[in-house]
């Protein structure tokens, strides 16, 4: 399985960001979200279930960014909006025979990362 992340950029806080995660082959895993900011450890963002009915968000996103895939193009999306300086890291998708887990460990494969820097 491989995963390809795309759309991080420099956006002004406040400002709106949409991630893609494009997977192939086609993958009926539950998806995660990660981030990795400088210096700190990798943390959970947002998992969607493999139909997309289910989505969790950690706490710090919670009404901000939304999850979201696309079966049928093989991709799924993070929508990040109300984007703040600390929301700056690297984001990872990543995939999981579980859905809803938050460990890192627990998500087999994983794209490459994009950035994302939040900042005026």
């Known amino acids: 399985v491989q995963l390809q992340a795309s759309g991080g950029g420099l956006v002004q806080p406040g400002g709106s960001l949409t991630l893609s995660c494009e997977v192939s082959?086609?993958?009926?895993?539950?998806m995660g979200w990660f981030r990795q900011a400088p210096g700190k450890e990798r943390e959970f963002v947002a998992a969607?279930?493999?139909?997309?009915?289910?989505?969790q968000y950690a706490d710090s996103v919670k009404g901000r960014f939304t999850a979201s895939r696309d079966n049928a193009k093989n991709t799924v999306y993070l929508q990040m909006n109300s984007l703040k300086p600390e929301d700056t890291a690297i984001y990872y998708c990543?995939?999981?025979?579980?859905?809803?887990?938050?460990?890192?460990?627990?998500?087999?494969?994983w794209g490459q990362g994009t950035l994302v820097t939040v900042s005026s």
């Open positions: 082959p086609r993958t009926f895993s539950a």
């Open positions: 990543a995939s999981s025979k579980l859905f809803g887990v938050v460990l890192p460990i627990l998500y087999e494969h």
């Open positions: 969607i279930s493999w139909s997309g009915a289910t989505v």
